[in-house]
């Protein structure tokens, strides 16, 4: 079956410092997506960082990078840097050959001043 | 870029009454609709799969009767919580990807309607 695991609730990050927050998923199928969105408290899905399940190299989008590790099926997001304003929940999804999105639970992220 | 509008935003309404939410993608053609729902502090949860022109396919627990989906253009896909209870009271969203592009992981989410239910 396919499925997104996000083992963390909830973390605390001390501003300015990097986070990693973890992503593991499972499918049987050769070709997907990840994806990574942020939810602020507003409510809003913002689109992160997408990596396609052939890309060679990991996908980058200005702090935010994704640790794809094909073998291991994880794919991690990290936010170097942190701002106040990375506080929010943070989702991972996988797109399925049928394009529907697998949701993991969410990690809510706090960065503290 | 394309947006998706999604109307009203916040709602608040009285048990028994039934309310319908918009959701309108304002540059784009919209052939497939997803409506979610999501709780306070959990995943997104998919309630149903609406194509333009034909009936929604609805996941496995949701009763189409309660929650109607019409999705009677390309632009413009509704949700309409029927004879409203306080459990109905959440988070719901809209997810689309622009008609016409046959592979694509471009997906656009409308801004949410945070329903309560008294």
């Known amino acids: 079956a396919q499925k997104i695991t996000q083992t963390q609730p909830g973390m605390f990050v001390q501003e300015k410092e990097a986070v990693t927050l973890d992503c593991t998923y499972d499918t049987s199928d050769p070709s997907y997506g990840l994806f990574w969105y942020k939810q602020p408290s507003s409510g809003e899905m913002i689109f992160l960082i997408y990596?396609?399940?052939?890309d060679q190299q990991n996908a980058t989008e200005g702090r935010y990078s994704l640790n794809f590790q094909k073998a291991r099926k994880s794919a991690n997001l990290v936010i170097s840097a942190s701002q106040l304003g990375d506080s929010a929940m943070y989702f991972c999804a996988m797109r399925d050959s049928n394009y529907q999105l697998i949701w993991g639970a969410g990690t809510k992220l706090i960065i503290k001043p | 870029g394309a947006v998706v509008s999604q109307h009203p935003s916040r709602v608040i309404c009285k048990s028994g009454t039934s309310v319908k939410i918009e959701c309108r993608s304002l540059?784009?053609?919209?052939?497939?609709m997803f409506w979610y729902r999501q709780f306070p502090k959990k995943s997104l949860m998919l309630m149903a799969t609406s194509n333009e022109g034909s009936k929604a396919t609805y996941e496995q627990g949701v009763e189409k009767d309660k929650f109607l989906i019409n999705h009677a253009s390309l632009t413009l896909s509704t949700l309409t919580v029927t004879s409203a209870h306080p459990e109905d009271s959440s988070f719901y969203i809209c997810?689309?990807?622009?008609?016409?592009?046959?592979?694509?992981?471009?997906?656009?989410f409308g801004p949410g309607t945070r329903l309560t239910v008294l």
């Open positions: 997810r689309t990807t622009p008609h016409g592009l046959a592979v694509t992981d471009t997906q656009y």
């Open positions: 990596q396609g399940s052939y």
């Open positions: 540059d784009f053609q919209a052939t497939t």
